[in-house]
């Protein structure tokens, strides 16, 4: 007779234990949301190894207790950048809202494949009705669909795969594109992921046409309608033209009406990148911004940027959700269902994963526990901030203001006594770099028209005028410092 095994338990915690940990961890949390005024964006002059001294520990043989557990995440959070500081305007990095936080733990507690509806019925139509809402908001029509991905790169592989195989009949996924002659069509500000894209499907990365821009850094729409032209002639047709909505650079929104105007001339997929802007379309005051938009094949969007979800939360949108099942979609004998139950989409034919996180919880909830309202004012205030910064930064001597556009603002430290391009590139580049090692404001940069500038993007709900003003205090600060010290070592 066959003996049955003996039960192990030793990961099945009990709710009595699992009720203490999260206890704890919410501790954590709680001081976390605290801290953001009164502690630095991150620890003065961190360095690796200090990090790796802290954090990385051997995986023991026996459990850890749970004090030293919690002591280890406490000395995580204290080696970490404070992504939620209000001073923290680096890049553009959400802050992530409170009520994405706490709808990822049960999202994490119920672990559901959202790759097949049978493994997660709930989570599949929640994820569904956010981004057919997401589409509306853009004026998508009712066939629109889309995807929770894990960001703006992955979201716009899935569209040019989708416009890729819209452009060679759906032939490139049997046999390749070798016998293709297909080109992508982007600003000189695109993102670089258009290019990763095009090496991930064999288009390769010379199969970008990087379009000048104009004046305002948007893509130049005659000088787009000339490179597709030449292409013609040459034998060579559109996978895509990929418009920007809100550059990472500068926050420009190409002339996205000329640029679909042109794309149907030459029966070219028009993709729009919208991962920072595109939430700007629900402040009644910027929406116009984006006119062109509905027109669109697919949209990119990330609100794990300017709808400060947590992260990953980025997403693809799709003008008919039926091209994302004929672009991804396979065969699995494993996966049998009766043809007439009464059962719903299997997003995992949709896309390139089959396992998938129920990442549309942490959106959803935060949508719905603060409105659309909110977000549009929230968004129309950050873009004010940022005319305050700029005329701050245009009535300081020490100040030059490069561009603006959305929530970025583009500046640079310009001593009164100086006017060397080259010095001045140099002093911002270490300026940067002080103040990022000191840890009180953390900008990032751009490079514009070839010249280095400091850099701040607000997609951070908890900045106010304050914060700003403290960035200008510690640049002048700093930029006073270094520009004594290299002074100080010119010849006379």
């Known amino acids: 007779m066959a003996e049955r095994p003996t039960p192990v338990l030793d990961l099945d915690w009990d709710p009595e234990r699992a009720r203490a940990f999260a206890d704890d961890i919410v501790d954590l949390w709680v001081e976390l949301l605290g801290s953001f005024r009164g502690k630095p964006v991150v620890r003065s002059q961190l360095t690796r190894e200090q990090v790796q001294q802290a954090i990385a520990l051997d995986v023991p043989e026996e459990p850890l207790s749970q004090p030293k557990l919690v002591a280890h995440l406490r000395a995580l959070l204290d080696h970490s950048l404070r992504a939620g500081h209000p001073a923290h305007l680096s890049y553009i990095t959400g802050s992530g809202t409170v009520p994405g936080a706490a709808a990822d733990l049960l999202a994490s507690g119920l672990n559901p494949n959202v790759g097949g509806w049978l493994l997660s ?7 569904l009705a956010l981004t057919s809402w997401l589409a509306r908001q853009f004026g998508l029509p009712e066939t629109a669909g889309g995807l929770i991905v894990a960001g703006g790169a992955i979201a716009n592989f899935v569209a040019l795969k989708v416009a890729r195989d819209a452009a060679t009949g759906l ?21 670089v992921t258009i290019d990763r894209a095009a090496d991930m499907l064999g288009l390769g990365s010379d199969a970008v046409r990087h379009i000048a821009v104009d004046a305002e850094l948007r893509l130049d729409v005659a ?18 033209v990929v418009a920007t909505a809100g550059t ?30 595109g939430p700007a379309v629900l402040a009644d005051d910027l929406k116009p911004l984006f ?4 027109r669109a094949g697919s949209i990119t969007l990330d609100p794990h940027k300017w709808l400060s979800t947590p992260l990953g939360s980025g997403c693809i949108l799709v003008r008919d959700a039926q091209a994302l099942s004929d ?17 719903g989409v299997n997003i995992g034919f949709m896309g390139p994963q089959f396992s998938r996180g129920f990442d549309a919880l942490k959106v959803w909830v935060s949508l719905l526990a603060h409105g659309r309202a909110a977000y549009g004012r929230r968004i129309s205030h ?21 561009t603006r556009g959305l929530s970025i603002c583009c500046f640079r430290y310009r001593p009164a006594d100086v006017d ?11 300026l940067l770099t002080e103040l990022q090692l000191d840890g009180r404001v953390f900008p990032s940069n751009a490079i514009i028209h070839g010249r280095f500038c400091l850099r701040t993007c607000i997609v951070n709900f908890r900045t106010e005028a304050e914060d700003l003003e403290r960035v200008l205090e510690v640049a002048v600060e700093l930029g006073a410092r270094l520009h004594a010290g290299a002074s100080s070592t010119l010849p006379s």
């Open 121 to 127: 019925p709930a989570a599949t139509e929640i994820e």
């Open 171 to 191: 032939e490139a996924r049997r046999s390749g594109v070798a016998s293709h002659r297909l080109a992508v069509y982007c600003s000189e500000e695109a993102h």
């Open 223 to 240: 000088a787009l309608e000339e490179v597709l032209r030449a292409d013609a002639a040459r034998g060579i047709r559109p996978a895509a």
């Open 248 to 277: 990472t650079g500068t926050g420009a929104i190409d002339p996205l009406a000329a640029i679909a105007d042109v794309a149907s001339q030459h029966g070219a997929w028009l993709h729009v990148d919208a991962a920072y802007g």
């Open 291 to 294: 006119r062109g938009i509905e």
């Open 327 to 343: 672009s991804f979609g396979v065969y699995a004998s494993y996966v049998h269902e009766e043809e007439d139950l009464d059962r």
């Open 382 to 402: 950050d873009v004010e901030l940022t005319h305050y910064l700029s005329a701050l930064v245009d009535e300081h001597p020490e100040f030059e203001l490069v």
């Open 420 to 430: 060397d391009d080259a010095y001045l590139d140099g002093l911002n580049e270490r």
